[in-house]
């Protein structure tokens, strides 16, 4: 069983930037696709990120296009989610989530991942 952990949030200002981790223990990540997703309080989770098994495809939400970068390394089980220039609506807690198969606007579904980490906070001040 392939176990998530996420890491690297915090509080950051306006503008400011962090990376997110996300490692996994038990069994490889490298099989799957692996998605970033984000809830901010009393709202739904929302599509962030998404890369391929291989890291050769990624696409992103239209919110974070150009500002946001997913990556991963495959020798160390683990995917990465750079986010600079953050705003105020970027706080939100995030998770990321490994699929075995996506592809497209399938992605985007949170429905079509089985794995789960637990979440980092990102709390972005203005």
């Known amino acids: 069983q392939v176990q998530l952990v996420e890491s690297g949030g915090g509080l950051v200002q306006t503008g400011g930037s962090l990376r997110l981790s996300c490692a996994a223990s038990g069994r490889t990540l490298r099989t799957y696709a692996v998605g970033w997703f984000r809830q901010a309080p009393g709202k739904e989770r929302d599509f962030v990120a998404v890369?391929?098994?291989?890291?050769?495809?990624?696409d992103y939400a239209d919110s974070v296009k150009g500002r946001f970068t997913i990556s991963r390394d495959n020798t160390r089980d683990t995917v990465y989610l750079q986010m600079n220039s953050l705003k105020p609506e970027d706080t939100a807690d995030y998770y990321c989530?490994?699929?075995?198969?996506?592809?497209?606007?399938?992605?985007?579904?949170?429905?079509?991942?089985?794995?789960w980490g637990q979440g980092t906070q990102v709390t972005v001040s203005s």
């Open positions: 989530a490994a699929a075995t198969y996506c592809s497209g606007s399938q992605c985007y579904d949170y429905g079509k991942y089985n794995l």
């Open positions: 890369i391929s098994w291989g890291g050769a495809t990624t």
